[in-house]
C-alpha cells in the first residue's frame, strides 16, 4: 500500500512541475513578445525626438 501512495505522491509532484514549467513558459514568452514591441515603439519615438530637435536647430540657425 506505500508503495501506490509514493507512487501516486510522485506522479501527482510531476504533473504539478510540468503544469508550474508550462504556465511560466507561456508569462515569459509573452513578456519577451511585450518587451519587444515596447523597444520598437521607444526607437520611433527616439527617431522623431532626434528628427525634431534637427529642425529647431535649424530652425534657430535660419533665425
Not at 4 to 21: A, D, E, P, R
Not at 31 to 36: M, R
Not at 44 to 58: A, G, R
Request: proline residues 0%; glycine residues 2%.
Amino acid at each position: 500500500m506505500k508503495k501506490n501512495i509514493y507512487l501516486y505522491l510522485l506522479v501527482f509532484s510531476l504533473l504539478v512541475n510540468v503544469f508550474q514549467y508550462v504556465n511560466s513558459k507561456g508569462i515569459i514568452d509573452k513578456y519577451e513578445k511585450d518587451i519587444k514591441k515596447f523597444k520598437a515603439k521607444i526607437e520611433v519615438l527616439e527617431t522623431k525626438n532626434t528628427e525634431t530637435s534637427l529642425l529647431k536647430v535649424e530652425n534657430d540657425v535660419a533665425d
